[in-house]
């Protein structure tokens, strides 16, 4: 199976690739925009027409409105078609209620309504910041590992990634020694670059994975997520659904908050004057992981909708089964929202942003991500107190060919005996 995510080939390159001068800002075609109408007609690459958001109140708007639909599959998101193919609903989609499948991100109530809160008992921030304890000792292990080895280390294979990784893992009751198997896959298979027949076989093999673990799981019970999910869920879950869920938080629990620390990271190593205010406050953690997450913005193109009839948004009217695209980087960056919006500043007021996302769809993991960018910030910030990027910054490799921004790695350096 293959998830109806955005198809990074199909969006207009000037929306999605950052400038290599100014890596963690929108990339230069939504601020060109940014005098521009906050809703507009953007066209893609297959041809298709879909519309930008680049506004606070207005993408929040699309989000909360029940006519906007997520369900890309039954109302084809022009983001997901081939060239030459048209949107429109699937006149042979099964009709809501009747689904089999468990990837309930891209689902409508009612069926969105019923997995989704399945699982947000699971994710409670009192239950979340229980695993604080541990998320510290995964977050000391790596950074003292870190110092064990040397003055040098690429910090998302050694940091970055693991943190988001391991816990992930745990909640789940994967086995963490089969990371390297499902993390390949799954790269492979989100990978727009790659070879359709190799995305393909990427994600066959990461489902026969999830299968197998599925089955695991509903002939012992252990004590973690998954197992709950498969004996617990009133009325039962399928095990295609069961076996969607766990893609569902697998891949969202690892690419996401993983891609935070490493940008999150350079960026306060290029903005050393915030570093320095947390450094001297270690108290404006929380602070300073809210603005990362606005100033960010890492999901950058991902969060799309379909209207499902005529909507009005910004003093325009989306026709029904046309494709709204909601520019995250920029409604994060809206001017009327956001005072001085292009500034890093760990000392700004606290305003809701939308890089969780917003409405029914609004993150299920973002307590987590919260406590893992607090913990894993705090332990690496506190234990290398003079930490510095390793090479030019022309040489740091960013995720501009993915939909979630980051660095593909970030080499640092610290100074023995820090
Ligand atoms: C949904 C961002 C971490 C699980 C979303 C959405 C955004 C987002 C923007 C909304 C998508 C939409 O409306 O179409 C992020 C960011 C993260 C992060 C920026 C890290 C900093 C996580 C983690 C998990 C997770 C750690 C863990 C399991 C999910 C799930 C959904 C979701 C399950 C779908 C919710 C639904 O459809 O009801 N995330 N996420 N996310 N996220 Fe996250």
Redesign the pocket.
């Known amino acids: 199976t293959s998830s109806p995510i955005a198809m990074v080939g199909v969006l207009p390159p000037d929306l999605l690739e950052r400038d290599r001068d100014r890596p963690f800002d929108p990339a230069p075609g939504l601020l060109e925009r940014r005098d521009a109408p906050a809703v507009a007609p953007v066209e893609l690459r297959n041809g298709a027409r879909a519309w930008l958001v680049t506004g606070f109140e207005e993408a929040r708007a699309v ?1 909360a409105d029940p006519r906007f639909s ?1 369900d890309r599959v039954r109302h084809r998101d022009a983001t997901q078609l081939g060239p030459g193919e048209s949107g429109g609903t699937v006149p042979d989609a099964p009709p809501p209620g009747e689904r089999t499948d468990g990837m ?2 891209f689902m409508d109530p009612p069926e ?1 309504t019923r997995l ?1 809160s399945l ?1 947000v008992g699971q994710f409670t921030v009192r239950r979340m910041r229980a695993l604080e304890d541990r998320l510290t000792e995964i977050a000391v292990e790596h950074v003292e590992a870190m110092r064990a080895a040397g003055t040098t280390a690429d910090l998302v294979p050694s940091y970055a990634l693991p943190i ?1 990784s391991l816990m ?1 893992c745990e909640l789940l009751g994967v086995d963490y020694a089969d990371r390297a198997e499902f993390q390949e896959n799954s790269a492979v298979a989100l990978n727009a670059a790659a070879a359709p027949e190799a995305r393909a076989a990427a994600a066959g093999a990461l489902y026969s994975f999830i299968a197998a673990l599925v089955a695991r799981k509903r002939a012992h019970r252990d004590d973690d997520l998954l197992s709950g999910l498969a004996h617990d869920a009133d009325p039962a879950l399928t095990d295609a659904q069961l076996i969607d869920v766990a893609l ?2 697998l891949g ?2 690892h690419e ?2 993983a891609n ?1 620390l490493g940008l999150g990271v350079y960026a306060l190593l290029e903005n050393p004057e915030q570093l320095a205010a947390l450094r001297a406050d270690p108290s404006l953690i929380d602070e300073a992981v809210e603005e990362l ?1 606005r100033f960010l913005s ?2 950058q193109l ?2 799309s909708r379909v209207a499902t009839e005529d909507v009005e948004v910004g003093g325009v009217t989306i026709p029904a089964g046309d494709t709204v695209v909601v520019a ?1 980087p920029e409604v994060n960056r809206d001017p009327r929202h956001f005072p001085a919006p292009d500034h890093l500043d760990v000392h700004r007021e606290r305003t809701p942003h939308l ?3 917003h ?8 307590q ?2 919260r406590i ?2 607090r913990v894993g910030l705090r332990e690496l910030i506190a234990r290398l107190p003079d930490l510095r990027l390793a090479v030019p910054r022309e040489q740091i490799p960013l995720r501009n060919d993915m939909l979630i921004f980051g660095v593909h790695a970030l080499p640092v350096a610290w100074s023995e005996g820090s």
Request: glycine share 14%; with cysteine; charged share 5%.
């Open positions: 989000l997520s309930f991100v969105h989704r699982l988001p992930i569902v938080l969202a629990g996401t908050t935070m997450l890492i999901i991902g969060v995250t890089a969780f996302g409405g029914i769809h609004q993150c299920l993991g973002q987590l991500a893992e960018m």
